[in-house]
């Protein structure tokens, strides 16, 4: 049995109802006693609530205010849809269709891109404490993305302060997923963090990516939740065209989504077609009547069952979605090609973890389905100022490449590797690799002014202009080596970033246990998250039944005819606490719920069941005359239900037995 099916009947539906009418989005509190069915009493809505909240089904939240408002945890929203709005579309045929948006790069090679900038460059922070402008525009320049896509997707930014949606998506990716973290002069990778993140199979960086995408993107209106999750489902197969207008009225027609609120969803709808194809997910057509369409590519990304955060991590579901993302079938081979005019090729098998590595010492040109890197100079003294040996690079590729290098690139690391680092400036010191080279440059007519021979390999720089010094020095074939690492970027952080050893197991890869909120990017918060809602672990819990200790014990254990003013007591009791009564009416006992009740003259207004469904429920109208014999009836917990102990029916049981 699953902790759904545990849950009392009661509260399944209104898990079911909540679910149907706000997804994940928050509501005020006492919204959802509108939800229950009529023939639910209400304090059995209540127990329901209580015993939703007590197993994490509802979570609770408070505003500055003190308004207190619920909400379904999104981690279990598409766990939800599964078992209550599953939806599978009819096929489209596909030789109708005309294509009107290709997927993407991908989403993972983008972040991989952002990954490698904030390594070379560093996120830093400006007085405000914001990433500086200019380091956003140079990130943004780096990626793929559309920027129109994800202009009117992000909305957490008014359009006018997005400057740079696909930098700023790039940063935020980054935080949620716990890759970068805030020292004082900016943003810098997390190295063991990162080490877990490269050594994930793509399909498990997908899973991961559109779940955060999923909760931080697009729309927060419910039907717009709904959409999302829906397309996720395991009923929209990869490959397959899907009717987007066929969907609209399929949530319609389970009211997911009313009439007057369709052309709304159509149009964010449309906007997270076009994302899911941005981020290489999906592609866009027009079938042959001009209807959208769109169908997954063969790389779905499966949604996270847990969030994250592992909360929902026991939850069991009958979905591909459990699948944890070590579960992965490995096909990955280290090995990519390289050409003899230096460019290496590499096929999509190949780790990230080794992708990485490439890139501490080749240029990343092409990062789509085939990767392409270039090995230059520069590149190599960019590695070696990460403190890796040039022999060291050089074996590395020979080891990866597959069937060796060419001649003529092993040729060329040799020379490039002896000609950098044959001078290394620390201070106002310079330092040499040889007395060689130290004989040479004491002996250079242009550099004598500017260099004082302190040892055998040590020269001071007197210099008034470094600028000058350094242009000489490259000239002569000896610019030392730059400093480590971009200054935005933590002292014992610099120089990790790239290593050439063998992988060893990295820990599991987890998310951080709260998606971020920082005030990091031009503009407002970036948050689905309210900042004025704070969590509440302790409702105040008030008396489901006031007052129970003053009430005769009778009126609920005994079935009793009363005259008229002590029968419209029990009833007006009954309409205090929110439980039902039964009555005999015409010889016949029947359960009534009592809504309101009118005086002068006294009528009680409520609805007369019939059978346990909705649809048996009557309103009507009665005069404490109309009914012979009476008794309260409370509402009972199922003790199968996954409530520990639904608060307030214990304190009945023991009132009503010690009477």
């Known amino acids: 049995m699953s902790r759904l099916e545990q849950l009392s009947q009661g509260a399944q539906e209104l898990l079911r109802r909540i679910c149907a009418a706000h997804a994940s989005e928050p509501f005020v509190a006492g919204k959802e006693q509108r939800l229950g069915p009529v023939n639910q009493c209400r304090a059995a809505g209540t127990l329901a609530r209580q015993e939703l909240l007590q197993g994490g089904w509802l979570t609770a939240v408070q505003e500055v205010s003190g308004e207190i408002f619920y909400r379904i945890p999104e981690a279990v929203l598409p766990a939800l849809q599964q078992r209550w709005f599953s939806y599978t579309p009819a096929a489209l045929d596909g030789s109708g269709v005309k294509l009107l948006r290709e997927p993407g790069a991908g989403l993972a090679g983008e972040l991989f891109r952002a990954l490698l900038f904030t390594a070379r460059e560093g996120l830093p922070l400006t007085a405000k404490g914001i990433i500086a402008r200019s380091t956003m525009r140079r990130l943004n320049l780096q990626l793929s993305l559309c920027d129109e896509t994800l202009r009117s997707l992000i909305m957490f930014f008014p359009a006018g302060d997005l400057q740079f949606p696909a930098a700023a998506v790039a940063v935020d990716l980054m935080l949620c997923l716990g890759l970068v973290q805030r020292h004082s002069k900016g943003y810098s990778l997390v190295p063991g963090q990162l080490k877990a993140w490269m050594q994930l199979p793509e399909p498990a960086m997908d899973r991961l990516l559109y779940g955060i995408v999923c909760r931080r993107y697009g729309s927060d209106r419910p039907a717009a939740r709904h959409l999302r999750w829906l397309l996720s489902g395991r009923g929209v197969a990869p490959g397959v065209w899907v009717s987007f207008p066929a969907l609209l009225d399929w949530m319609e027609s389970t009211a997911l989504v009313d009439i007057t609120s369709r052309d709304e969803l159509a149009s964010a709808g449309q906007r997270w077609l076009e994302c899911l194809a941005a981020f290489g997910w999906g592609e866009l057509g027009s079938a042959g009547s001009g209807a959208l369409c769109f169908r997954w590519t063969a790389g779905k990304p499966l949604p996270e069952a847990g969030g994250g955060a592992g909360l929902w991590d026991g939850l069991e579901m009958d979905m591909d979605m459990d699948m944890e993302p070590d579960s992965y079938v490995e096909t990955a081979s280290p090995s990519f090609i390289v050409q003899p005019d230096y460019e290496i090729l590499v096929p999509p098998e190949v780790p990230y973890a080794v992708r990485w590595s490439l890139a501490g010492c080749a240029e990343l040109l092409l990062s789509d389905t085939l990767w392409s890197y270039r090995?230059?100079?520069?590149?190599?003294?960019?590695?070696?100022?990460?403190?890796?040996?040039?022999?060291?690079?050089?074996?590395?590729?020979?080891?990866?490449?597959?069937?060796?290098?060419?001649?003529?690139?092993?040729?060329?690391?040799?020379?490039?590797?002896?000609?950098?680092?044959?001078?290394?400036?620390?201070?106002?010191?310079?330092?040499c690799r040889s007395e060689e080279d130290a004989d040479a440059l004491a002996g250079h007519p242009r550099l004598q002014a500017g260099l004082s021979r302190d040892g055998p390999l040590q020269f001071r720089v007197t210099a008034p202009s470094a600028a000058a010094l350094l242009?000489?020095?490259?000239?002569?074939?000896?610019?030392?080596?730059?400093?480590?690492?971009?200054?935005?970027?933590?002292?014992?952080?610099?120089?990790?970033?790239?290593?050439?050893?063998?992988?060893?197991?990295?820990?599991?890869?987890?998310?951080?246990?709260?998606?971020?909120?920082?005030?990091?990017?031009?503009?407002?918060?970036?948050?689905?998250e309210r900042p004025h809602w704070q969590p509440l672990a302790d409702l105040p819990q008030e008396p489901l039944y006031p007052g129970l200790g003053q009430v005769p014990a009778r009126w609920s254990r005994e079935w009793r005819h009363y005259h008229s003013s002590t029968a419209r007591q029990v009833m007006e009791q009954a309409l205090a606490w929110g439980i039902g009564v039964s009555l005999t009416l015409d010889g016949q006992v029947c359960e009534f719920i009592p809504s309101r009740i009118t005086d002068n003259p006294w009528i009680v207004a409520g609805y007369l069941l019939e059978g346990d469904s909705e649809e048996g429920a009557s309103e009507m109208e009665l005069t404490a005359e109309d009914w012979t014999g009476m008794k309260l009836v409370f509402p009972v917990v199922s003790r199968n239900s996954s409530s520990v102990e639904a608060a307030g029916y214990a304190m009945i049981e023991r009132s009503t037995s010690s009477r």
């Open 375 to 431: 090995l230059t100079r520069a590149q190599l003294e960019f590695a070696l100022e990460q403190g890796l040996d040039a022999g060291q690079v050089c074996r590395w590729l020979e080891s990866h490449a597959l069937g060796g290098l060419p001649p003529v690139v092993r040729t060329s690391l040799a020379q490039w590797g002896r000609s950098l680092g044959r001078t290394t400036l620390s201070g106002d010191m310079l330092l």
């Open 471 to 528: 242009k000489e020095l490259a000239a002569a074939g000896m610019a030392p080596l730059r400093s480590k690492g971009p200054q935005s970027q933590p002292p014992e952080a610099v120089g990790g970033w790239f290593s050439l050893e063998a992988a060893s197991p990295a820990e599991r890869f987890c998310l951080p246990e709260q998606e971020p909120q920082p005030e990091l990017l031009p503009g407002p918060l970036p948050a689905r």
